[in-house]
Protein backbone atom coordinates (compact mmCIF):
# COMPACT_ATOMS: atom_id res chain seq x y z
CA UNK A 1 0.00 0.00 0.00
CA UNK A 2 2.87 2.34 -0.77
CA UNK A 3 1.26 6.00 -1.50
CA UNK A 4 2.55 8.30 -3.88
CA UNK A 5 6.36 9.30 -4.81
CA UNK A 6 6.38 12.92 -2.71
CA UNK A 7 3.90 11.91 -0.32
CA UNK A 8 3.89 14.31 2.73
CA UNK A 9 3.67 12.96 6.20
CA UNK A 10 3.30 15.62 9.09
CA UNK A 11 1.81 16.91 12.06
CA UNK A 12 0.55 19.79 13.55
CA UNK A 13 0.07 22.01 16.79
CA UNK A 14 -1.08 25.50 17.62
CA UNK A 15 0.25 28.42 18.96
CA UNK A 16 -1.76 28.74 22.11
CA UNK A 17 -2.37 25.33 22.63
CA UNK A 18 1.35 24.32 23.14
CA UNK A 19 3.33 27.60 23.30
CA UNK A 20 2.64 28.90 26.65
CA UNK A 21 4.77 31.40 27.68
CA UNK A 22 1.68 33.45 27.70
CA UNK A 23 3.41 36.68 28.56
CA UNK A 24 6.70 36.13 28.11
CA UNK A 25 9.31 38.24 26.16
CA UNK A 26 6.66 40.66 24.92
CA UNK A 27 3.98 39.14 24.12
CA UNK A 28 0.66 40.76 24.10
CA UNK A 29 -2.46 38.71 25.33
CA UNK A 30 -4.49 37.24 22.97
CA UNK A 31 -8.56 36.42 23.66
CA UNK A 32 -7.72 32.58 24.71
CA UNK A 33 -5.28 34.26 27.73
CA UNK A 34 -8.05 36.62 28.85
CA UNK A 35 -10.93 33.99 28.28
CA UNK A 36 -8.85 31.46 30.34
CA UNK A 37 -8.03 34.17 32.50
CA UNK A 38 -11.55 34.64 33.70
CA UNK A 39 -12.26 31.25 35.60
CA UNK A 40 -15.53 29.71 36.51
CA UNK A 41 -14.82 26.43 34.89
CA UNK A 42 -15.00 28.35 31.56
CA UNK A 43 -12.20 25.63 30.39
CA UNK A 44 -12.13 22.49 32.22
CA UNK A 45 -10.73 22.53 35.48
CA UNK A 46 -9.53 25.93 35.07
CA UNK A 47 -6.91 25.35 33.20
CA UNK A 48 -5.09 27.75 30.92
CA UNK A 49 -2.53 27.56 28.19
CA UNK A 50 -0.09 29.86 30.34
CA UNK A 51 2.19 27.04 30.01
CA UNK A 52 0.73 24.25 28.33
CA UNK A 53 3.74 22.27 26.08
CA UNK A 54 6.34 24.68 27.19
CA UNK A 55 7.18 25.14 23.40
CA UNK A 56 7.87 28.48 23.83
CA UNK A 57 11.41 27.51 25.94
CA UNK A 58 11.64 23.97 24.69
CA UNK A 59 10.94 23.94 20.90
CA UNK A 60 14.17 21.91 20.98
CA UNK A 61 12.17 18.89 22.53
CA UNK A 62 9.70 19.24 19.72
CA UNK A 63 12.28 19.11 17.23
CA UNK A 64 13.29 15.90 18.76
CA UNK A 65 9.68 14.62 18.53
CA UNK A 66 9.72 15.70 14.66
CA UNK A 67 13.25 14.12 13.79
CA UNK A 68 11.89 10.86 15.73
CA UNK A 69 8.75 10.55 13.62
CA UNK A 70 10.51 11.52 10.44
CA UNK A 71 8.13 13.93 9.56
CA UNK A 72 8.24 15.54 5.96
CA UNK A 73 6.16 18.13 6.97
CA UNK A 74 5.07 20.53 10.06
CA UNK A 75 2.06 22.55 10.79
CA UNK A 76 2.12 25.12 13.44
CA UNK A 77 0.44 28.52 14.20
CA UNK A 78 2.25 31.71 14.75
CA UNK A 79 0.75 33.82 17.76
CA UNK A 80 -0.65 37.11 16.24
CA UNK A 81 -0.28 39.34 19.61
CA UNK A 82 3.28 37.47 19.80
CA UNK A 83 4.60 38.81 16.91
CA UNK A 84 2.51 41.82 16.99
CA UNK A 85 1.40 42.74 21.03
CA UNK A 86 -1.50 44.95 20.07
CA UNK A 87 -2.58 43.25 16.25
CA UNK A 88 -0.79 46.30 14.58
CA UNK A 89 2.44 46.52 12.58
CA UNK A 90 3.56 49.69 14.84
CA UNK A 91 4.71 47.79 17.36
CA UNK A 92 6.75 44.82 16.46
CA UNK A 93 8.14 41.90 19.07
CA UNK A 94 11.59 41.12 17.57
CA UNK A 95 11.68 38.40 20.46
CA UNK A 96 8.84 36.66 19.01
CA UNK A 97 10.06 36.95 15.48
CA UNK A 98 13.49 35.54 16.89
CA UNK A 99 11.31 32.72 17.68
CA UNK A 100 9.54 31.88 14.71
CA UNK A 101 12.43 32.25 12.88
CA UNK A 102 14.46 29.63 14.95
CA UNK A 103 11.64 27.07 14.21
CA UNK A 104 11.71 27.64 10.47
CA UNK A 105 15.32 27.86 10.41
CA UNK A 106 15.76 24.28 12.29
CA UNK A 107 12.74 22.34 10.30
CA UNK A 108 14.36 23.56 6.85
CA UNK A 109 17.42 21.99 8.01
CA UNK A 110 16.59 19.06 9.05
CA UNK A 111 14.61 18.86 5.56
CA UNK A 112 11.42 19.33 7.00
CA UNK A 113 8.54 21.59 4.95
CA UNK A 114 6.98 24.31 7.62
CA UNK A 115 3.29 24.92 6.81
CA UNK A 116 2.46 28.25 9.02
CA UNK A 117 -0.89 29.18 9.69
CA UNK A 118 -1.18 32.91 10.53
CA UNK A 119 -4.81 32.37 12.75
CA UNK A 120 -5.73 29.82 15.02
CA UNK A 121 -7.91 30.96 17.23
CA UNK A 122 -5.95 33.19 18.78
CA UNK A 123 -7.24 37.01 17.95
CA UNK A 124 -4.67 39.60 19.81
CA UNK A 125 -6.98 41.20 22.70
CA UNK A 126 -6.67 44.43 21.36
CA UNK A 127 -8.70 43.51 17.98
CA UNK A 128 -10.97 42.11 20.59
CA UNK A 129 -11.93 45.15 22.64
CA UNK A 130 -12.28 47.12 19.21
CA UNK A 131 -14.85 44.77 18.11
CA UNK A 132 -13.08 41.72 16.55
CA UNK A 133 -14.47 39.80 13.60
CA UNK A 134 -17.73 41.58 13.98
CA UNK A 135 -15.98 44.85 12.88
CA UNK A 136 -14.50 45.53 9.28
CA UNK A 137 -11.55 46.73 10.84
CA UNK A 138 -10.10 43.42 11.71
CA UNK A 139 -10.22 42.74 8.01
CA UNK A 140 -7.53 45.34 7.18
CA UNK A 141 -6.03 44.17 10.67
CA UNK A 142 -5.19 40.26 9.42
CA UNK A 143 -4.16 41.85 5.75
CA UNK A 144 -1.32 44.29 7.16
CA UNK A 145 -0.65 41.10 10.32
CA UNK A 146 -0.18 38.57 6.58
CA UNK A 147 1.83 40.65 4.45
CA UNK A 148 4.04 41.69 7.92
CA UNK A 149 4.22 37.68 7.93
CA UNK A 150 4.74 37.15 4.22
CA UNK A 151 7.51 39.75 4.31
CA UNK A 152 9.58 38.65 7.47
CA UNK A 153 9.12 34.35 6.92
CA UNK A 154 7.96 34.27 3.01
CA UNK A 155 11.63 33.68 2.46
CA UNK A 156 11.60 30.32 3.45
CA UNK A 157 7.93 29.09 4.29
CA UNK A 158 5.63 28.57 1.08
CA UNK A 159 2.90 27.10 2.34
CA UNK A 160 0.80 29.16 4.29
CA UNK A 161 -2.91 28.76 6.08
CA UNK A 162 -4.58 32.36 6.44
CA UNK A 163 -7.21 31.33 8.80
CA UNK A 164 -7.97 28.01 10.67
CA UNK A 165 -11.58 26.19 10.76
CA UNK A 166 -13.18 29.41 10.34
CA UNK A 167 -16.89 27.90 10.76
CA UNK A 168 -16.14 26.08 13.53
CA UNK A 169 -14.26 29.21 15.01
CA UNK A 170 -18.03 30.85 15.03
CA UNK A 171 -20.24 27.94 15.56
CA UNK A 172 -17.94 27.84 19.44
CA UNK A 173 -17.66 31.80 19.48
CA UNK A 174 -20.35 33.40 18.33
CA UNK A 175 -23.36 30.72 18.20
CA UNK A 176 -22.62 29.00 21.44
CA UNK A 177 -20.50 31.40 22.83
CA UNK A 178 -17.60 28.60 24.71
CA UNK A 179 -15.03 30.32 22.95
CA UNK A 180 -13.91 33.77 23.33
CA UNK A 181 -15.49 36.66 23.24
CA UNK A 182 -18.16 34.07 24.79
CA UNK A 183 -21.16 36.68 24.27
CA UNK A 184 -23.62 34.33 21.45
CA UNK A 185 -25.99 36.14 19.32
CA UNK A 186 -27.04 32.95 17.69
CA UNK A 187 -28.44 33.59 14.31
CA UNK A 188 -26.82 36.84 13.77
CA UNK A 189 -23.15 37.50 15.08
CA UNK A 190 -22.22 34.00 13.46
CA UNK A 191 -23.25 35.10 9.76
CA UNK A 192 -21.68 38.99 10.19
CA UNK A 193 -18.41 37.01 11.24
CA UNK A 194 -18.36 34.07 8.40
CA UNK A 195 -18.63 37.22 5.87
CA UNK A 196 -15.77 39.03 7.57
CA UNK A 197 -13.44 36.05 7.94
CA UNK A 198 -13.93 35.42 4.35
CA UNK A 199 -13.35 38.52 3.08
CA UNK A 200 -10.12 38.76 5.55
CA UNK A 201 -8.86 35.44 3.95
CA UNK A 202 -9.39 36.84 0.14
CA UNK A 203 -7.35 40.20 1.33
CA UNK A 204 -4.43 38.20 2.88
CA UNK A 205 -4.59 35.59 -0.68
CA UNK A 206 -5.14 39.00 -2.87
CA UNK A 207 -1.89 40.65 -0.63
CA UNK A 208 0.15 37.52 -1.42
CA UNK A 209 -0.72 37.06 -4.86
CA UNK A 210 -0.04 40.47 -5.95
CA UNK A 211 3.26 41.08 -3.64
CA UNK A 212 4.67 38.23 -2.29
CA UNK A 213 4.10 35.39 -4.95
CA UNK A 214 6.23 36.36 -8.08
CA UNK A 215 9.30 36.44 -6.35
CA UNK A 216 8.66 33.64 -3.16
CA UNK A 217 6.73 30.71 -4.84
CA UNK A 218 4.54 30.26 -2.14
CA UNK A 219 1.01 28.81 -2.28
CA UNK A 220 -2.05 30.38 0.30
CA UNK A 221 -5.06 29.03 1.24
CA UNK A 222 -7.34 28.42 4.54
CA UNK A 223 -7.90 25.31 6.26
CA UNK A 224 -11.77 24.12 6.46
CA UNK A 225 -13.38 21.88 9.51
CA UNK A 226 -15.44 19.34 7.73
CA UNK A 227 -17.14 16.12 9.19
CA UNK A 228 -18.96 13.37 6.86
CA UNK A 229 -22.49 13.57 6.69
CA UNK A 230 -25.13 10.75 5.56
CA UNK A 231 -29.10 10.74 5.90
CA UNK A 232 -30.48 8.73 8.80
CA UNK A 233 -32.52 6.93 6.12
CA UNK A 234 -30.80 6.70 2.89
CA UNK A 235 -34.46 6.16 0.86
CA UNK A 236 -35.83 9.29 2.70
CA UNK A 237 -35.66 11.93 -0.25
CA UNK A 238 -36.04 14.70 3.50
CA UNK A 239 -33.13 12.89 4.94
CA UNK A 240 -31.24 13.61 1.73
CA UNK A 241 -31.98 16.99 1.26
CA UNK A 242 -31.40 17.04 4.74
CA UNK A 243 -27.58 15.84 4.27
CA UNK A 244 -27.23 17.99 1.71
CA UNK A 245 -28.31 21.18 3.72
CA UNK A 246 -25.88 19.99 6.17
CA UNK A 247 -22.88 19.72 3.86
CA UNK A 248 -23.77 23.12 2.80
CA UNK A 249 -24.15 24.75 6.05
CA UNK A 250 -20.71 23.44 7.18
CA UNK A 251 -18.32 23.01 4.15
CA UNK A 252 -19.71 24.83 1.23
CA UNK A 253 -20.13 27.96 3.35
CA UNK A 254 -16.87 28.75 2.92
CA UNK A 255 -15.35 26.03 0.22
CA UNK A 256 -18.04 27.81 -2.33
CA UNK A 257 -16.97 31.06 -2.78
CA UNK A 258 -13.34 30.59 -2.33
CA UNK A 259 -13.14 27.24 -4.41
CA UNK A 260 -16.32 27.43 -7.07
CA UNK A 261 -18.20 31.18 -7.55
CA UNK A 262 -17.66 33.46 -5.10
CA UNK A 263 -21.02 33.23 -3.70
CA UNK A 264 -22.73 31.58 -0.76
CA UNK A 265 -24.51 28.52 -1.23
CA UNK A 266 -27.98 28.74 -2.75
CA UNK A 267 -29.62 26.45 -0.24
CA UNK A 268 -28.06 28.44 2.67
CA UNK A 269 -29.28 31.91 1.05
CA UNK A 270 -32.96 30.36 0.43
CA UNK A 271 -33.03 28.44 4.10
CA UNK A 272 -31.72 32.12 5.53
CA UNK A 273 -34.02 33.95 3.83
CA UNK A 274 -37.27 31.69 4.57
CA UNK A 275 -36.33 31.40 7.99
CA UNK A 276 -35.91 35.50 8.38
CA UNK A 277 -39.38 36.03 6.83
CA UNK A 278 -40.89 33.88 9.53
CA UNK A 279 -39.25 35.17 12.30
CA UNK A 280 -40.60 38.79 11.42
CA UNK A 281 -36.97 40.46 10.43
CA UNK A 282 -37.12 43.52 8.37
CA UNK A 283 -34.41 42.63 6.26
CA UNK A 284 -31.86 39.95 6.00
CA UNK A 285 -30.14 38.59 8.97
CA UNK A 286 -26.69 37.67 6.58
CA UNK A 287 -25.05 39.68 4.95
CA UNK A 288 -24.36 39.51 1.59
CA UNK A 289 -21.60 39.59 -1.48
CA UNK A 290 -21.26 42.67 -3.87
CA UNK A 291 -20.68 41.35 -7.62
CA UNK A 292 -17.36 43.20 -6.87
CA UNK A 293 -17.03 41.19 -3.75
CA UNK A 294 -17.70 37.46 -5.54
CA UNK A 295 -14.86 38.52 -8.44
CA UNK A 296 -12.53 39.26 -5.28
CA UNK A 297 -13.23 36.22 -3.39
CA UNK A 298 -14.02 33.78 -6.58
CA UNK A 299 -10.04 31.44 -6.87
CA UNK A 300 -8.96 33.21 -3.72
CA UNK A 301 -6.82 29.25 -3.07
CA UNK A 302 -3.74 27.22 -4.80
CA UNK A 303 -4.73 24.46 -2.69
CA UNK A 304 -7.63 22.82 -0.21
CA UNK A 305 -6.70 21.90 3.10
CA UNK A 306 -8.93 20.13 4.80
CA UNK A 307 -9.95 18.69 8.69
CA UNK A 308 -11.68 15.73 9.24
CA UNK A 309 -12.16 14.00 12.57
CA UNK A 310 -15.83 12.26 12.78
CA UNK A 311 -19.36 11.55 10.99
CA UNK A 312 -22.68 12.24 11.44
CA UNK A 313 -26.16 10.90 10.44
CA UNK A 314 -28.34 13.83 9.82
CA UNK A 315 -32.16 13.83 9.28
CA UNK A 316 -34.34 16.83 8.46
CA UNK A 317 -35.94 18.88 12.02
CA UNK A 318 -37.81 22.07 10.96
CA UNK A 319 -37.72 24.98 13.10
CA UNK A 320 -41.14 24.97 14.29
CA UNK A 321 -40.67 27.49 17.04
CA UNK A 322 -38.79 29.77 14.59
CA UNK A 323 -35.40 29.79 16.68
CA UNK A 324 -32.36 32.02 15.75
CA UNK A 325 -28.62 30.04 15.05
CA UNK A 326 -27.38 29.00 12.17
CA UNK A 327 -27.72 25.06 12.25
CA UNK A 328 -31.55 25.84 13.34
CA UNK A 329 -31.26 27.66 10.24
CA UNK A 330 -30.67 24.40 8.16
CA UNK A 331 -33.09 22.77 10.07
CA UNK A 332 -31.30 20.11 10.06
CA UNK A 333 -30.62 17.33 13.39
CA UNK A 334 -27.45 15.49 13.10
CA UNK A 335 -26.69 12.13 15.67
CA UNK A 336 -24.16 9.23 15.72
CA UNK A 337 -24.89 5.72 14.30
CA UNK A 338 -25.09 3.41 17.67
CA UNK A 339 -22.82 1.15 16.36
CA UNK A 340 -20.39 3.36 16.17
CA UNK A 341 -17.21 3.74 18.53
CA UNK A 342 -17.09 7.13 20.18
CA UNK A 343 -13.85 8.35 21.85
CA UNK A 344 -15.81 11.59 23.11
CA UNK A 345 -16.93 13.40 20.70
CA UNK A 346 -15.38 11.79 18.29
CA UNK A 347 -17.21 9.23 16.35
CA UNK A 348 -15.05 6.35 14.33
CA UNK A 349 -15.89 6.59 10.90
CA UNK A 350 -12.88 6.13 8.70
CA UNK A 351 -15.15 5.68 5.51
CA UNK A 352 -16.14 8.99 6.34
CA UNK A 353 -12.99 10.88 5.31
CA UNK A 354 -13.07 9.16 1.74
CA UNK A 355 -16.34 9.86 1.25
CA UNK A 356 -15.52 13.41 2.35
CA UNK A 357 -12.16 13.67 -0.15
CA UNK A 358 -14.69 12.45 -3.14
CA UNK A 359 -16.94 15.27 -2.24
CA UNK A 360 -14.69 18.14 -2.05
CA UNK A 361 -13.05 16.36 -5.63
CA UNK A 362 -16.74 16.42 -7.03
CA UNK A 363 -17.87 19.82 -6.31
CA UNK A 364 -14.83 21.78 -6.12
CA UNK A 365 -13.01 21.12 -9.14
CA UNK A 366 -10.70 18.35 -8.15
CA UNK A 367 -8.44 20.49 -6.45
CA UNK A 368 -4.99 19.84 -4.75
CA UNK A 369 -6.17 18.32 -1.37
CA UNK A 370 -4.00 18.55 1.96
CA UNK A 371 -5.27 17.08 5.23
CA UNK A 372 -4.07 19.41 7.87
CA UNK A 373 -5.54 17.78 10.85
CA UNK A 374 -7.09 13.91 11.58
CA UNK A 375 -6.48 12.30 14.62
CA UNK A 376 -8.50 10.75 17.25
CA UNK A 377 -8.20 11.01 21.56
CA UNK A 378 -7.38 9.44 24.13
CA UNK A 379 -9.28 10.66 27.68
CA UNK A 380 -6.85 11.35 31.14
CA UNK A 381 -4.74 9.40 32.14
CA UNK A 382 -4.08 8.43 28.24
CA UNK A 383 -2.19 4.77 27.92
CA UNK A 384 0.77 4.51 26.52
CA UNK A 385 0.14 1.46 24.62
CA UNK A 386 -2.75 3.29 22.81
CA UNK A 387 -2.72 0.04 20.36
CA UNK A 388 -6.67 0.69 19.74
CA UNK A 389 -6.06 4.22 18.74
CA UNK A 390 -3.86 2.97 16.22
CA UNK A 391 -6.03 0.74 14.44
CA UNK A 392 -7.76 4.28 13.88
CA UNK A 393 -5.41 5.70 12.32
CA UNK A 394 -4.63 2.08 9.63
CA UNK A 395 -8.36 2.27 8.80
CA UNK A 396 -8.06 6.11 8.16
CA UNK A 397 -5.44 5.50 5.81
CA UNK A 398 -6.12 2.60 4.10
CA UNK A 399 -8.90 5.05 3.21
CA UNK A 400 -6.97 7.61 2.04
CA UNK A 401 -5.45 5.12 -0.17
CA UNK A 402 -8.36 4.26 -1.72
CA UNK A 403 -9.39 7.63 -2.24
CA UNK A 404 -6.03 8.20 -4.41
CA UNK A 405 -5.79 4.67 -6.27
CA UNK A 406 -9.72 3.95 -6.93
CA UNK A 407 -11.19 7.59 -6.75
CA UNK A 408 -8.57 9.28 -8.35
CA UNK A 409 -8.47 12.30 -5.52
CA UNK A 410 -5.22 14.48 -6.23
CA UNK A 411 -4.36 14.20 -2.03
CA UNK A 412 -0.71 14.83 -1.50
CA UNK A 413 -0.21 15.08 2.28
CA UNK A 414 -1.39 14.19 5.81
CA UNK A 415 -1.09 16.11 8.91
CA UNK A 416 -2.00 13.89 12.42
CA UNK A 417 -3.23 16.34 15.15
CA UNK A 418 -1.00 16.62 17.24
CA UNK A 419 2.25 16.06 17.58
CA UNK A 420 2.02 16.58 21.12
CA UNK A 421 -0.68 16.28 23.99
CA UNK A 422 -1.50 19.73 24.26
CA UNK A 423 -4.37 22.51 25.83
CA UNK A 424 -7.44 21.40 23.93
CA UNK A 425 -9.52 24.22 24.06
CA UNK A 426 -12.36 24.23 26.65
CA UNK A 427 -11.62 20.68 27.62
CA UNK A 428 -7.94 21.81 28.24
CA UNK A 429 -5.35 18.63 29.05
CA UNK A 430 -8.59 16.25 29.82
CA UNK A 431 -7.94 15.06 25.97
CA UNK A 432 -5.06 13.85 24.05
CA UNK A 433 -5.12 13.94 21.10
CA UNK A 434 -1.10 14.00 20.58
CA UNK A 435 1.85 11.38 19.29
CA UNK A 436 3.67 12.14 22.22
CA UNK A 437 2.93 12.04 25.76
CA UNK A 438 2.88 15.13 27.66
CA UNK A 439 3.10 15.31 31.59
CA UNK A 440 1.79 18.41 32.31
CA UNK A 441 2.11 17.90 35.84
CA UNK A 442 6.03 17.92 35.72
CA UNK A 443 7.28 21.27 34.83
CA UNK A 444 9.53 19.86 32.30
CA UNK A 445 6.48 18.43 30.85
CA UNK A 446 8.75 15.68 29.51
CA UNK A 447 7.08 14.28 25.88
CA UNK A 448 6.98 10.37 25.91
CA UNK A 449 6.09 8.62 22.60
CA UNK A 450 2.72 6.86 22.50
CA UNK A 451 2.72 3.47 20.93
CA UNK A 452 1.72 4.79 17.91
CA UNK A 453 4.15 7.73 17.34
CA UNK A 454 6.65 4.43 16.53
CA UNK A 455 4.00 2.92 13.98
CA UNK A 456 3.24 6.28 12.33
CA UNK A 457 7.15 6.52 11.88
CA UNK A 458 7.60 3.35 10.40
CA UNK A 459 4.69 4.44 7.76
CA UNK A 460 6.66 7.91 7.36
CA UNK A 461 9.63 5.46 6.13
CA UNK A 462 7.57 3.13 3.96
CA UNK A 463 5.84 5.79 2.60
CA UNK A 464 2.57 3.64 3.30
CA UNK A 465 0.99 0.54 5.12
CA UNK A 466 2.48 -2.83 4.54
CA UNK A 467 -1.01 -5.05 3.66
CA UNK A 468 -3.69 -4.58 1.63
CA UNK A 469 -6.50 -1.92 1.96
Known sequence: MAFPVGFGWGATTAAYQVEGGWDADGKGPSVWDTFSHQGGERVFKNQTGDVACGSYTLWEEDLKCIKQLGLTHYRFSLSWSRLLPDGATGFINQKGIDYYNKIIDNLLANRVTPIVALYHFDLPQALEDRGGWLAEATIESFDEYARFCFSTFGDRVKQWITINEPKMFVLMAYEVGTFPPGVPHPGTSGYQAVHNLIKAHVRAWRSYDSLFRKEQKGMVSLALFAGWVE????????????AERALAFHLDFFAKPIFVDGDYPEVVKSQVASMSQKQGYPSLRRPQFTEEEKRMIKGTDDFFAVQYYSSRLVKHQENHKGELGILQDAEIETFPDPSWISLDWVYVVPWGIRELLKYIKDTCNNPVIYITENGFPQGDPAPLDDTQRWVYFRQTFQELFKAIQLDKVDLRMYC???????????????????????????PATCRVPYASAKVYAKVIRNNGLEGHP
Do not use: C, I, K, Y
Not at 233 to 239: C, Q
Not at 423 to 439: C, I
Open 231 to 242: PADPNSVSDQEA
Open 416 to 442: AWSLLDNFEWTQGHSMRFGLFHVDFED
